[in-house]
Protein backbone atom coordinates (compact mmCIF):
# COMPACT_ATOMS: atom_id res chain seq x y z
CA UNK A 1 0.00 0.00 0.00
CA UNK A 2 1.02 3.19 -1.07
CA UNK A 3 0.91 5.65 2.73
CA UNK A 4 2.45 8.82 0.81
CA UNK A 5 2.41 10.37 -2.44
CA UNK A 6 5.02 11.93 -2.91
CA UNK A 7 6.85 14.34 -6.31
CA UNK A 8 7.34 10.79 -9.05
CA UNK A 9 6.03 7.68 -9.89
CA UNK A 10 8.40 4.66 -11.12
CA UNK A 11 6.84 2.39 -13.12
CA UNK A 12 8.67 -1.12 -14.13
CA UNK A 13 7.94 -2.84 -16.94
CA UNK A 14 5.68 -6.68 -16.55
CA UNK A 15 7.44 -9.85 -16.44
CA UNK A 16 4.95 -11.47 -17.74
CA UNK A 17 0.90 -10.65 -18.60
CA UNK A 18 -1.39 -10.12 -16.16
CA UNK A 19 -4.88 -11.61 -15.60
CA UNK A 20 -6.92 -9.03 -13.06
CA UNK A 21 -10.45 -8.74 -12.21
CA UNK A 22 -10.98 -4.59 -11.30
CA UNK A 23 -13.78 -2.67 -9.64
CA UNK A 24 -13.28 1.04 -10.61
CA UNK A 25 -14.70 4.32 -8.72
CA UNK A 26 -17.72 5.39 -9.31
CA UNK A 27 -18.36 7.77 -12.03
CA UNK A 28 -17.42 11.34 -11.08
CA UNK A 29 -19.67 12.33 -14.07
CA UNK A 30 -22.96 11.09 -12.74
CA UNK A 31 -22.15 11.64 -8.83
CA UNK A 32 -21.87 15.35 -9.61
CA UNK A 33 -25.13 15.24 -11.42
CA UNK A 34 -26.66 12.87 -8.68
CA UNK A 35 -25.41 15.30 -5.70
CA UNK A 36 -26.77 18.29 -7.61
CA UNK A 37 -30.13 17.07 -8.00
CA UNK A 38 -30.32 15.40 -4.79
CA UNK A 39 -29.50 18.79 -2.82
CA UNK A 40 -32.93 20.11 -5.50
CA UNK A 41 -34.92 17.19 -4.32
CA UNK A 42 -37.84 17.35 -1.79
CA UNK A 43 -36.97 14.51 1.02
CA UNK A 44 -33.78 12.88 1.48
CA UNK A 45 -31.76 10.60 -1.47
CA UNK A 46 -29.35 8.10 -0.80
CA UNK A 47 -26.95 7.94 -3.53
CA UNK A 48 -24.41 4.85 -3.34
CA UNK A 49 -21.05 3.98 -5.29
CA UNK A 50 -20.57 7.42 -5.39
CA UNK A 51 -16.64 8.60 -6.55
CA UNK A 52 -14.42 9.57 -4.14
CA UNK A 53 -12.83 11.96 -6.52
CA UNK A 54 -11.22 15.33 -5.11
CA UNK A 55 -14.01 17.00 -7.64
CA UNK A 56 -17.29 15.40 -6.02
CA UNK A 57 -15.59 16.32 -2.30
CA UNK A 58 -15.18 19.94 -3.63
CA UNK A 59 -19.00 19.70 -4.49
CA UNK A 60 -20.09 17.95 -1.49
CA UNK A 61 -18.28 20.97 1.01
CA UNK A 62 -19.63 23.38 -1.22
CA UNK A 63 -23.07 21.88 -1.64
CA UNK A 64 -22.95 22.18 2.35
CA UNK A 65 -21.58 25.32 2.42
CA UNK A 66 -24.96 26.42 0.76
CA UNK A 67 -26.88 24.90 3.86
CA UNK A 68 -27.55 21.03 2.30
CA UNK A 69 -27.36 18.22 4.70
CA UNK A 70 -25.23 15.43 3.29
CA UNK A 71 -23.44 12.81 5.65
CA UNK A 72 -20.79 10.60 3.82
CA UNK A 73 -20.09 7.30 4.90
CA UNK A 74 -17.97 5.45 2.58
CA UNK A 75 -19.05 5.18 -1.02
CA UNK A 76 -22.77 6.24 0.07
CA UNK A 77 -24.37 9.61 0.50
CA UNK A 78 -27.12 10.53 2.17
CA UNK A 79 -28.74 13.81 1.00
CA UNK A 80 -31.42 16.41 2.82
CA UNK A 81 -32.58 18.27 -0.07
CA UNK A 82 -33.78 21.39 -0.06
CA UNK A 83 -36.76 21.04 -2.45
CA UNK A 84 -35.10 24.27 -4.18
CA UNK A 85 -35.66 26.54 -2.15
CA UNK A 86 -32.21 26.90 -0.37
CA UNK A 87 -31.60 29.51 2.47
CA UNK A 88 -30.09 33.06 1.55
CA UNK A 89 -26.41 32.82 1.16
CA UNK A 90 -23.98 35.34 0.63
CA UNK A 91 -19.91 34.28 0.16
CA UNK A 92 -17.59 32.73 -1.77
CA UNK A 93 -17.16 29.40 -3.30
CA UNK A 94 -13.72 28.05 -4.41
CA UNK A 95 -13.91 25.40 -6.73
CA UNK A 96 -10.55 24.65 -7.36
CA UNK A 97 -9.77 22.44 -10.33
CA UNK A 98 -12.84 21.31 -10.61
CA UNK A 99 -15.01 22.06 -14.19
CA UNK A 100 -18.56 20.37 -13.14
CA UNK A 101 -18.45 22.21 -10.40
CA UNK A 102 -17.67 25.40 -11.64
CA UNK A 103 -20.32 25.15 -14.46
CA UNK A 104 -22.87 22.91 -12.53
CA UNK A 105 -22.71 25.95 -9.54
CA UNK A 106 -22.59 28.85 -11.89
CA UNK A 107 -26.31 27.52 -12.98
CA UNK A 108 -27.15 26.75 -9.55
CA UNK A 109 -26.26 30.15 -7.56
CA UNK A 110 -28.69 31.67 -10.17
CA UNK A 111 -31.70 30.50 -7.58
CA UNK A 112 -30.30 30.96 -4.45
CA UNK A 113 -32.43 34.30 -3.50
CA UNK A 114 -30.62 37.12 -1.76
CA UNK A 115 -27.64 35.49 -3.10
CA UNK A 116 -24.26 37.30 -3.61
CA UNK A 117 -21.86 34.58 -4.47
CA UNK A 118 -18.35 35.18 -5.60
CA UNK A 119 -16.97 31.56 -7.71
CA UNK A 120 -13.48 31.15 -8.30
CA UNK A 121 -11.38 28.42 -8.56
CA UNK A 122 -7.69 27.62 -9.41
CA UNK A 123 -5.48 29.57 -12.22
CA UNK A 124 -6.37 27.31 -14.73
CA UNK A 125 -10.15 27.44 -13.88
CA UNK A 126 -10.09 30.71 -14.32
CA UNK A 127 -8.88 30.20 -18.19
CA UNK A 128 -11.60 28.12 -18.95
CA UNK A 129 -14.69 29.49 -20.47
CA UNK A 130 -17.83 29.81 -19.50
CA UNK A 131 -19.20 32.72 -21.53
CA UNK A 132 -22.16 31.05 -23.20
CA UNK A 133 -23.27 29.41 -20.09
CA UNK A 134 -23.29 32.89 -18.53
CA UNK A 135 -25.04 35.04 -21.18
CA UNK A 136 -28.14 31.59 -21.62
CA UNK A 137 -28.56 32.70 -17.77
CA UNK A 138 -28.29 36.62 -17.96
CA UNK A 139 -30.97 35.72 -20.52
CA UNK A 140 -33.34 34.49 -18.60
CA UNK A 141 -32.89 37.39 -16.45
CA UNK A 142 -29.60 35.91 -14.01
CA UNK A 143 -27.25 39.10 -12.90
CA UNK A 144 -23.63 38.09 -13.38
CA UNK A 145 -20.66 39.35 -13.48
CA UNK A 146 -17.10 38.74 -14.76
CA UNK A 147 -14.73 39.87 -11.68
CA UNK A 148 -11.71 39.75 -13.76
CA UNK A 149 -12.07 38.90 -17.58
CA UNK A 150 -14.53 38.88 -19.63
CA UNK A 151 -15.82 35.23 -20.52
CA UNK A 152 -14.00 33.90 -17.83
CA UNK A 153 -14.63 32.63 -14.11
CA UNK A 154 -14.11 34.35 -11.44
CA UNK A 155 -17.42 35.24 -11.05
CA UNK A 156 -20.31 37.24 -8.97
CA UNK A 157 -23.26 35.83 -8.87
CA UNK A 158 -26.73 37.73 -7.70
CA UNK A 159 -29.31 35.18 -8.43
CA UNK A 160 -32.83 34.17 -7.14
CA UNK A 161 -34.91 35.80 -10.16
CA UNK A 162 -35.00 33.80 -12.94
CA UNK A 163 -37.96 33.15 -14.60
CA UNK A 164 -37.73 30.51 -17.92
CA UNK A 165 -38.22 31.78 -21.52
CA UNK A 166 -36.63 31.04 -24.86
CA UNK A 167 -32.67 30.37 -25.10
CA UNK A 168 -29.81 29.54 -27.18
CA UNK A 169 -26.38 28.01 -26.12
CA UNK A 170 -23.66 27.23 -27.65
CA UNK A 171 -23.22 23.45 -28.16
CA UNK A 172 -19.63 23.07 -28.99
CA UNK A 173 -17.53 24.55 -26.24
CA UNK A 174 -18.79 22.29 -23.13
CA UNK A 175 -21.98 20.18 -22.85
CA UNK A 176 -21.62 21.04 -19.01
CA UNK A 177 -23.28 24.23 -20.02
CA UNK A 178 -26.34 22.44 -21.46
CA UNK A 179 -26.70 19.52 -18.28
CA UNK A 180 -26.22 23.16 -16.33
CA UNK A 181 -29.16 24.81 -17.63
CA UNK A 182 -30.87 21.31 -18.19
CA UNK A 183 -30.65 20.84 -14.33
CA UNK A 184 -32.40 24.13 -12.98
CA UNK A 185 -35.22 24.96 -15.66
CA UNK A 186 -37.30 22.47 -14.39
CA UNK A 187 -37.47 24.55 -11.06
CA UNK A 188 -38.02 27.97 -12.80
CA UNK A 189 -41.25 29.24 -12.39
CA UNK A 190 -42.25 29.50 -16.30
CA UNK A 191 -41.52 26.76 -19.13
CA UNK A 192 -37.94 26.68 -20.80
CA UNK A 193 -37.01 26.01 -24.25
CA UNK A 194 -33.68 25.36 -24.83
CA UNK A 195 -32.46 25.09 -28.54
CA UNK A 196 -28.49 24.28 -28.58
CA UNK A 197 -26.46 25.96 -31.53
CA UNK A 198 -23.59 24.77 -33.35
CA UNK A 199 -22.72 21.36 -33.13
CA UNK A 200 -22.97 19.55 -29.90
CA UNK A 201 -19.67 18.40 -28.45
CA UNK A 202 -19.58 15.36 -25.53
CA UNK A 203 -23.50 14.91 -26.38
CA UNK A 204 -23.65 11.45 -24.22
CA UNK A 205 -22.92 13.54 -21.46
CA UNK A 206 -26.37 15.30 -22.19
CA UNK A 207 -27.58 11.84 -22.56
CA UNK A 208 -26.61 10.95 -18.58
CA UNK A 209 -27.69 14.56 -17.62
CA UNK A 210 -31.64 13.44 -18.73
CA UNK A 211 -31.31 10.34 -17.39
CA UNK A 212 -30.86 10.55 -13.67
CA UNK A 213 -33.11 13.54 -14.04
CA UNK A 214 -35.78 11.14 -15.27
CA UNK A 215 -34.70 8.92 -11.98
CA UNK A 216 -35.27 11.93 -9.59
CA UNK A 217 -38.75 12.32 -11.36
CA UNK A 218 -38.60 15.16 -13.51
CA UNK A 219 -39.59 15.31 -17.18
CA UNK A 220 -37.58 17.00 -20.17
CA UNK A 221 -39.50 16.73 -23.67
CA UNK A 222 -37.46 16.74 -26.76
CA UNK A 223 -33.76 16.04 -27.91
CA UNK A 224 -31.68 16.34 -31.10
CA UNK A 225 -30.85 20.14 -30.04
CA UNK A 226 -34.37 21.43 -28.69
CA UNK A 227 -35.54 20.67 -25.14
CA UNK A 228 -38.87 21.83 -23.77
CA UNK A 229 -38.87 21.91 -19.96
CA UNK A 230 -42.07 22.22 -18.09
CA UNK A 231 -41.34 24.93 -15.22
CA UNK A 232 -43.00 24.32 -11.36
CA UNK A 233 -41.27 21.11 -11.41
CA UNK A 234 -40.10 19.35 -8.01
CA UNK A 235 -37.38 16.65 -7.69
CA UNK A 236 -38.12 13.98 -6.42
CA UNK A 237 -36.34 12.06 -3.48
CA UNK A 238 -34.28 8.52 -4.89
CA UNK A 239 -32.13 6.11 -4.17
CA UNK A 240 -29.70 5.93 -6.85
CA UNK A 241 -26.59 3.76 -7.73
CA UNK A 242 -23.68 5.14 -9.35
CA UNK A 243 -22.15 3.18 -11.78
CA UNK A 244 -18.16 2.72 -12.14
CA UNK A 245 -16.53 5.57 -13.96
CA UNK A 246 -16.09 4.60 -17.56
CA UNK A 247 -13.22 6.98 -18.22
CA UNK A 248 -10.92 5.16 -15.55
CA UNK A 249 -11.73 2.21 -16.49
CA UNK A 250 -10.01 2.90 -19.95
CA UNK A 251 -6.68 3.17 -18.11
CA UNK A 252 -7.05 -0.79 -17.18
CA UNK A 253 -8.37 -1.91 -20.16
CA UNK A 254 -5.35 -0.17 -22.28
CA UNK A 255 -3.00 -1.71 -19.86
CA UNK A 256 -4.39 -5.08 -21.24
CA UNK A 257 -4.08 -4.36 -24.98
CA UNK A 258 -0.50 -3.11 -24.88
CA UNK A 259 1.15 -6.10 -22.44
CA UNK A 260 -1.08 -8.95 -23.59
CA UNK A 261 -2.66 -8.84 -20.72
CA UNK A 262 -6.64 -10.14 -19.54
CA UNK A 263 -8.44 -7.67 -17.84
CA UNK A 264 -11.70 -7.33 -16.59
CA UNK A 265 -13.33 -4.31 -15.44
CA UNK A 266 -16.68 -5.45 -12.71
CA UNK A 267 -18.50 -2.59 -12.79
CA UNK A 268 -19.21 -0.96 -15.98
CA UNK A 269 -21.94 -1.72 -18.04
CA UNK A 270 -21.50 -2.44 -21.58
CA UNK A 271 -24.04 -0.70 -22.38
CA UNK A 272 -23.94 2.61 -20.08
CA UNK A 273 -24.84 5.94 -21.46
CA UNK A 274 -21.41 6.68 -20.29
CA UNK A 275 -19.63 6.81 -23.87
CA UNK A 276 -16.25 6.30 -22.34
CA UNK A 277 -17.75 2.53 -22.10
CA UNK A 278 -17.27 2.57 -25.86
CA UNK A 279 -13.28 2.70 -25.60
CA UNK A 280 -12.98 -1.05 -25.42
CA UNK A 281 -14.37 -1.35 -28.39
CA UNK A 282 -11.84 0.87 -29.95
CA UNK A 283 -9.10 -1.69 -28.64
CA UNK A 284 -11.30 -4.38 -30.15
CA UNK A 285 -11.21 -2.29 -33.42
CA UNK A 286 -6.86 -2.08 -32.94
CA UNK A 287 -7.00 -5.86 -32.59
CA UNK A 288 -7.41 -6.90 -28.71
CA UNK A 289 -10.13 -9.55 -28.02
CA UNK A 290 -13.00 -7.71 -26.16
CA UNK A 291 -16.53 -9.03 -24.62
CA UNK A 292 -19.36 -7.36 -22.73
CA UNK A 293 -21.77 -8.79 -20.48
CA UNK A 294 -24.08 -7.13 -18.00
CA UNK A 295 -21.94 -4.77 -15.96
CA UNK A 296 -18.28 -6.48 -16.97
CA UNK A 297 -15.83 -5.64 -19.70
CA UNK A 298 -12.95 -8.17 -20.82
CA UNK A 299 -9.73 -6.97 -22.92
CA UNK A 300 -7.06 -9.59 -23.63
CA UNK A 301 -4.23 -8.43 -25.75
CA UNK A 302 -3.10 -10.15 -28.43
CA UNK A 303 -0.02 -8.92 -29.10
CA UNK A 304 -0.81 -6.98 -32.38
CA UNK A 305 -2.53 -3.80 -32.44
CA UNK A 306 -3.08 -2.08 -35.47
CA UNK A 307 -3.79 2.00 -36.19
CA UNK A 308 -7.07 3.07 -36.42
CA UNK A 309 -8.62 6.71 -37.54
CA UNK A 310 -11.67 7.50 -34.69
CA UNK A 311 -13.57 10.62 -34.32
CA UNK A 312 -13.88 11.07 -30.23
CA UNK A 313 -15.49 13.94 -30.02
CA UNK A 314 -18.33 12.08 -28.27
CA UNK A 315 -15.47 10.91 -25.97
CA UNK A 316 -12.90 13.13 -25.43
CA UNK A 317 -11.26 12.06 -21.85
CA UNK A 318 -10.34 9.03 -23.30
CA UNK A 319 -8.03 10.34 -26.30
CA UNK A 320 -5.06 10.22 -23.96
CA UNK A 321 -5.20 6.53 -22.88
CA UNK A 322 -5.98 5.79 -27.16
CA UNK A 323 -2.63 8.11 -27.81
CA UNK A 324 -0.65 6.35 -25.18
CA UNK A 325 -1.99 2.69 -26.70
CA UNK A 326 -1.81 4.07 -30.18
CA UNK A 327 2.36 4.99 -30.02
CA UNK A 328 2.57 0.65 -29.55
CA UNK A 329 0.39 0.20 -32.59
CA UNK A 330 1.53 -0.36 -36.04
CA UNK A 331 0.58 2.71 -38.40
CA UNK A 332 -0.29 5.84 -38.05
CA UNK A 333 -3.26 6.40 -35.74
CA UNK A 334 -5.77 9.25 -36.50
CA UNK A 335 -7.88 11.15 -33.21
CA UNK A 336 -10.13 13.90 -34.40
CA UNK A 337 -12.98 15.95 -32.57
CA UNK A 338 -10.67 16.67 -29.73
CA UNK A 339 -11.08 21.01 -30.09
CA UNK A 340 -12.20 20.24 -26.18
CA UNK A 341 -8.97 18.97 -25.03
CA UNK A 342 -7.22 22.42 -25.46
CA UNK A 343 -9.84 23.95 -22.99
CA UNK A 344 -9.03 20.89 -20.32
CA UNK A 345 -7.12 21.07 -17.30
CA UNK A 346 -4.24 21.40 -19.71
CA UNK A 347 -3.58 21.94 -23.25
CA UNK A 348 -4.07 18.12 -23.82
CA UNK A 349 -3.51 18.10 -27.53
CA UNK A 350 -0.16 20.09 -27.44
CA UNK A 351 0.59 18.16 -23.70
CA UNK A 352 0.32 14.82 -25.93
CA UNK A 353 2.29 15.66 -28.50
CA UNK A 354 5.30 17.27 -26.33
CA UNK A 355 5.61 13.95 -24.31
CA UNK A 356 5.02 11.14 -26.98
CA UNK A 357 7.75 13.10 -28.58
CA UNK A 358 9.95 12.58 -25.80
CA UNK A 359 8.86 8.82 -25.76
CA UNK A 360 10.36 8.69 -29.73
CA UNK A 361 6.80 8.55 -31.02
CA UNK A 362 6.56 11.10 -34.13
CA UNK A 363 3.06 12.50 -34.10
CA UNK A 364 1.65 15.65 -36.15
CA UNK A 365 -1.19 18.33 -34.13
CA UNK A 366 -3.27 20.38 -34.64
CA UNK A 367 -6.57 22.52 -33.14
CA UNK A 368 -8.65 19.44 -33.23
CA UNK A 369 -6.60 16.53 -34.28
CA UNK A 370 -3.30 14.46 -33.18
CA UNK A 371 -1.64 11.90 -35.38
CA UNK A 372 0.62 9.44 -33.64
CA UNK A 373 3.04 6.71 -35.69
CA UNK A 374 3.27 3.74 -33.81
CA UNK A 375 6.39 2.20 -33.04
CA UNK A 376 9.08 1.28 -30.44
CA UNK A 377 8.04 4.02 -27.59
CA UNK A 378 11.47 4.86 -25.30
CA UNK A 379 11.00 5.49 -21.58
CA UNK A 380 10.91 9.25 -20.63
CA UNK A 381 10.10 11.39 -17.78
CA UNK A 382 6.36 12.74 -18.33
CA UNK A 383 5.47 16.13 -17.44
CA UNK A 384 1.57 16.05 -16.41
CA UNK A 385 0.68 19.60 -16.35
CA UNK A 386 -1.40 19.30 -13.10
CA UNK A 387 -3.58 17.31 -15.37
CA UNK A 388 -4.93 13.73 -13.99
CA UNK A 389 -5.68 12.39 -17.36
CA UNK A 390 -2.33 12.99 -18.71
CA UNK A 391 -0.40 10.86 -15.40
CA UNK A 392 -2.73 8.09 -15.75
CA UNK A 393 -2.59 7.24 -19.69
CA UNK A 394 1.64 7.82 -19.64
CA UNK A 395 1.64 5.32 -16.36
CA UNK A 396 -0.14 2.94 -18.88
CA UNK A 397 3.35 2.77 -21.19
CA UNK A 398 5.27 1.91 -17.55
CA UNK A 399 3.69 -2.14 -17.85
CA UNK A 400 5.49 -2.19 -21.40
CA UNK A 401 8.64 -0.05 -21.50
CA UNK A 402 11.46 0.41 -18.94
CA UNK A 403 12.40 4.12 -17.75
CA UNK A 404 8.48 5.67 -17.45
CA UNK A 405 8.78 8.08 -14.56
CA UNK A 406 5.58 10.21 -13.90
CA UNK A 407 5.64 13.60 -12.51
CA UNK A 408 3.29 14.78 -9.72
CA UNK A 409 1.31 11.38 -9.30
CA UNK A 410 -0.55 12.81 -6.88
CA UNK A 411 -2.96 14.69 -9.63
CA UNK A 412 -4.65 11.77 -9.72
CA UNK A 413 -7.08 12.59 -6.91
CA UNK A 414 -9.18 14.79 -9.36
CA UNK A 415 -10.67 11.29 -10.49
CA UNK A 416 -9.25 8.20 -9.50
CA UNK A 417 -7.56 8.66 -6.08
CA UNK A 418 -6.55 4.70 -6.17
CA UNK A 419 -5.16 4.26 -9.47
CA UNK A 420 -1.66 3.98 -8.21
CA UNK A 421 -2.76 1.37 -5.97
CA UNK A 422 -5.07 -0.15 -7.98
CA UNK A 423 -1.96 -0.77 -10.63
CA UNK A 424 -0.43 -2.36 -7.40
CA UNK A 425 -3.24 -5.04 -6.64
CA UNK A 426 -3.31 -5.68 -10.44
CA UNK A 427 0.41 -6.99 -10.25
CA UNK A 428 2.00 -3.94 -11.73
CA UNK A 429 5.31 -3.14 -10.00
CA UNK A 430 5.74 0.61 -8.89
CA UNK A 431 7.62 3.32 -6.67
CA UNK A 432 6.43 6.79 -5.59
CA UNK A 433 9.27 8.84 -4.43
Excluded at 16 to 45: D, H, Q, W
Excluded at 332 to 341: D, F, K
Amino acid sequence: MIQKVGHIARIHPLDKPISAIVNVPGSKSYTNRALIMAALAEGVSTLRGISDSNDSKVLIKLLQQLGIEIDVNKDTAIVKGCAGQFPEYKGELDVEDAGTVMRFLTALCCIIPGGEITLRGSERMHQRPVKDLVEALKRLGAKIEYLENFGLPPLLIKGGKIAGGVIKVNGSISSQFISALLMITPLLPLDTRMIIEGETVSAPYIDMTLSAMHQFGIKVDGGDGKFQIEGRQCYAEAEYKVEGDASSASYILAIAAISKSAVIVNNVPGNSVQSDAHFADLLQQMGCIMSKKGSTTAVVGTGELNAITIDMQDMPDTAQTLAVVAAFAKGETVITGLSTLQLKESKRIDALQTELTKMGIKCEAGDDYIKIIGGKPKGAFINTYDDHRMAMAFAVAGVRIDGMTIESPEVVKKSFPTFWTTLQTMGVNLEIE
